[in-house]
């Protein structure tokens, strides 16, 4: 593609890419000139033979003052570009006084033509044609006819009016071509921001799909974290207390076979042998069928129709096992709780909740089997509607009062009760208060 140099461009054209409008270029001071010299050569020529021949009636001030109005005629000319259709009108004016500003009228028929449209440059014309016309209808040069003396004139300012009308017409056209190429170029520019806040917004979108799925990842991770850690309480929850009921038993039996075998102690009979064994056997057992329990709510989301989940009608129950064991337990209830229709069986504490006393109790029992053996146990269950059922478990702490403690355990059971608690809506505090090791649970109790 070929590149027209910005100076050999008309200033209209020029100022569409970038110049100053209304400076001249280079390619205009060249037309400029040669136009104004076309005109000062034609004022020479006419004011050297004028009055023409046959011309004989011009009166002679007209032929005085001829080249005085001509000069400042060609001068006008310089003007042009700025006031095109007034220089066309003072033409009008000199032509008048002066045949030899012909060249200058010319000049200025072609520049309205050019500047201006057509209608007003046929007017400035055809002014030009009536006061030159004058002429071609009563003068009557020698060896020349009358027409083609008047066609002549028809070529002196129409053939300026029609090469000016061509070179408006095909400025406007590359204006015309240069502005659709702008507004072509805008709609593109437009369509390329309009695909790239597209690319932005499906980039945003694919960002937004990719943080969900992180989220999701993030999320089922911890759902299967916090079933982990279910799981794991629930299995705490339901062994801790069997085991440490077989590990009981069981160290009875081997410390009173010892003591036969030493010769310090009455001997093991049978009987005794034998109640053990159906001990440790019920309560393994019973591990079991709990065990399957749990493991059947976990798997299926629904409790296991084989055994009700425990609750607080459970706990009699549980301390007779605890005081079989050797546990030396005082079991005590609030009014509130016990009154029918209270917290009991049918009561209006929530099963979840029941539960949740239930293993508090259950926690308290184990721990204080495990690190006080032997110690007195006090379990208290209070509370009242609309308030909170209150169930607290205390015993001797470890060391205090010659209490010796067995064993050791991480207190992860506290921290699986603590949860199971807070789930509820509740509160676990537990610690030793003078002596004393105190587990209690605030539990919401909902009229």
Do not use: K
Not at 85 to 114: N, P, Q, R, Y
Request: proline content about 6%; hydrophobic content about 45%.
């Amino acid at each position: 593609m070929t590149v027209v140099p910005r100076w050999l461009l008309p200033a209209q054209l020029a100022a569409l890419d970038g110049r100053p409008a209304g400076r001249r270029t280079a390619r205009d001071w060249a037309a400029d000139a040669g136009l104004f010299a076309f005109a000062v050569i034609m004022a020479i020529e006419q004011a050297a033979a004028y009055p023409p021949p046959g011309a004989e009636f011009v009166p002679g001030w007209l032929v005085a003052i001829n080249p005085w109005v001509a000069g400042p005629a060609c001068l006008a000319l310089w003007w042009r570009r700025r006031f095109p259709l007034v220089l066309g009108v003072v033409m009008v004016v000199a032509l008048s006084f002066s045949a030899s500003s012909v060249g200058a009228a010319m000049v200025a028929g072609l520049t309205v033509a050019v500047h201006r449209p057509w209608g007003r440059a046929a007017a400035v014309s055809g002014s030009y044609l009536v006061i030159c016309g004058y002429y071609g209808l009563f003068a009557e040069p020698p060896g020349v006819e009358r027409p083609v003396l008047i066609a002549s004139l028809l070529i002196m300012f129409g053939g300026p009016l029609c090469l000016g009308m061509a070179v408006r017409a095909r400025r406007l056209l590359l204006l015309g071509l240069r502005r659709e190429a702008e507004v072509r170029s805008r709609e593109h520019r437009l369509e390329l921001a309009e695909a790239q806040r597209a690319e932005r917004e499906r980039r945003l979108e694919l960002a937004e799909a990719q943080r969900a799925e992180r989220e999701h990842r993030l999320a089922l991770r911890e759902a299967r974290r916090a079933e982990r850690e279910r799981l794991a309480r629930e299995m705490h929850d339901v062994l801790a207390h069997r085991v440490s009921l077989l590990s009981v038993h069981a160290g009875a039996l081997a410390y009173r076979t010892s003591q036969a075998a030493a010769g310090t102690g009455p001997p093991v009979d049978a009987s005794e042998v034998g109640g053990a064994a159906r001990v440790i056997q019920d309560n393994a057992r019973l591990a079991l069928d709990e065990l399957r329990d749990v493991l059947a709510v976990l798997r299926d989301g629904e409790p296991a129709a084989t055994r009700p989940q425990p609750g607080l009608a459970d706990l009699p129950r549980l301390v007779a096992e605890a005081e079989a064991a050797g546990q030396r337990v005082h079991y005590s209830v609030g009014d509130e709780v016990a009154r029918p229709g209270g917290a009991g069986p049918g009561g209006s504490v929530r099963a979840q909740v029941q539960r949740t006393a239930y293993r508090t109790v259950q926690e308290g029992l184990t721990n204080a089997r495990r690190h006080a053996p032997g110690a007195p146990v006090r379990v208290r269950i209070e509370g009242s509607p609309g308030a909170d059922l209150v169930v607290t478990v205390d015993n001797p702490a470890a060391g205090a009062g010659g209490v010796r403690a067995e064993g050791g355990g991480a207190g992860r059971g506290l921290v699986g009760l603590g949860e199971r608690v807070a789930l509820d809506g509740g509160r676990l505090e537990h610690g030793v208060r003078d002596g004393v090791f105190v587990l209690s649970a605030r539990l919401p109790w909902q009229v």
